[in-house]
Structures are given as C-alpha cells and as structure tokens.
C-alpha cells in the first residue's frame, strides 16, 4: 500500500537516535551484552510484541466488541514503544547516519476510523517482516515511514510523539537503574 506524504513539520532524527544510543548502551553494559544477530532477532520480536500491544489498545481490529479503545495517552505511550525498538533497530545495523525519511512527519489524521487503522498496521506488520527477512537500509526506511504513518493514522502530532518519547525514554533508564 503506497502513502501520500505531507510535509508537517521536521523530525530530529540525530538526537532521537542519540538519546536511544545512550538507553542501549545502559541496556548492554548493565546486562554484560555485546551486539550479536541474536539481539537484532530479539528486538524484532520485542517491536512485534509492542505494535501488538498498540493494536490491543486501539481496540482497531475487534470487530465484535463496542468497548472503546482505550486512554489516548495509553495509546500514545504504546507507540513511543515501539518507537524505541525501531530506533534500536537503526541503531543496531548502524543506519541512524544513512536513513532518509524525507525528513519531515505526516500531519495527524485526527484518528482514521477502525478499518483504516487495521490496514495501516497490517501494512506496518508487513514492513517489520519484510526488514526481518532482509535487514537493508530501504526495508528500514520503509518501516520507520510504516511506524510514522501509524503515529498520523492514530492522530499523534510529531511533538506529541516527540514528547511521550522522551518521558518513557527517561523512565526506561530509571528502569534499568532500579534493575528492571
């Protein structure tokens, strides 16, 4: 499925990927890991985990329940999850220098409605596996955009986004140092 880009507003790829790098290396050095295909592996897995724990969420794909999704701020705090790990990710095969997304960020749809939700995250379930199967520079490009036009199909802003990302990103290192 081929998106429609607008410009919003610009995304600081640099420091976001230097915030991660810092969380990661806390991450390995408290846990006496080096950086191995294994981790790479591990990580996919964790961002299918946390793109599931979104969907749970939003409730998007639970066509046989009126229940509501859940808080929009639960929501958000499971997307900058995710956001974490695809950070990683970029982190972990050294393509924070080399990735080009445009460099800027969809505006917010203001939420589209279930069935668009559910094909925008099919869609993103699809880029992860295909970065799973070939981790190349284009499959991460396209699945960080899969992650961003998830941000705008949810109606996250950029400085939303920005926002929640560095609050969880100071509580994951509060985590490590209390021995999460």
């Known amino acids: 499925m081929e998106w429609e880009c607008t410009v919003m507003s610009q995304i600081d790829l640099p420091s976001l990927f230097s915030l991660q790098a810092k969380l990661d290396r806390k991450i390995m050095e408290s846990h006496h890991l080096g950086e191995t295909e294994d981790i790479v592996r591990a990580k996919v897995l964790a961002l299918y985990v946390e793109l599931g724990e979104l969907a ?107 926002q929640a990302y560095l609050e969880k990103n100071k509580v994951n290192h509060q985590r490590q140092e209390e021995g999460y």
């Open 56 to 162: 749970n969420e939003t409730r998007c794909f639970k066509y046989w329940s009126v229940k509501p999704p859940s808080a929009r701020q639960e929501i958000l705090e499971e997307y900058v999850d995710a956001l974490h790990f695809v950070l990683s990710l970029g982190l972990s095969l050294n393509y924070q220098n080399g990735i080009n997304i445009e460099n800027s960020l969809l505006e917010p749809d203001h939420g589209l409605h279930r069935e668009e939700q559910v094909k925008v995250f099919t869609n993103l379930f699809h880029q992860v596996a295909l970065f799973a199967q070939e981790s190349s520079l284009a499959n991460y490009q396209r699945l960080f955009q899969g992650l961003i036009q998830l941000g705008q199909a949810l109606g996250f802003s950029w400085q939303e986004i920005e």
